[in-house]
């Protein structure tokens, strides 16, 4: 498991996110305090995400997770 902290300020940017999430095979949620959403869901993402900072967490090895945090780096704080 690995985490990041992301933040979105317009709309768009999310759908951009979890589109550019949902071409990985991987678990991953979106957390805010202790609300919890997951992050392929581009209503769950807008619910707890828009302009505020999260962690996003992937369920993966630390090891496989450079491309993807590369890919998602645009949204990192």
């Known amino acids: 498991m690995t985490s990041m ?3 979105f300020e317009q709309p768009e940017q999310v759908v951009d996110f979890v589109n550019t999430l949902s071409h990985y095979d991987c678990d991953a949620d979106i ?3 202790s609300r ?3 992050a392929k869901s581009v209503l769950g993402v807008l619910y707890l995400a ?9 369920h993966i ?3 496989g997770s450079g491309d993807i945090k590369n890919r998602l780096a645009k949204f990192a704080v």
């Open 5 to 7: 902290l992301v933040k």
């Open 61 to 63: 090895d630390e090891d």
């Open 50 to 58: 828009v302009s505020r900072t999260v962690e996003l967490i992937l």
């Open 36 to 38: 919890m959403v997951d």
């Open 31 to 33: 957390k805010y305090g």
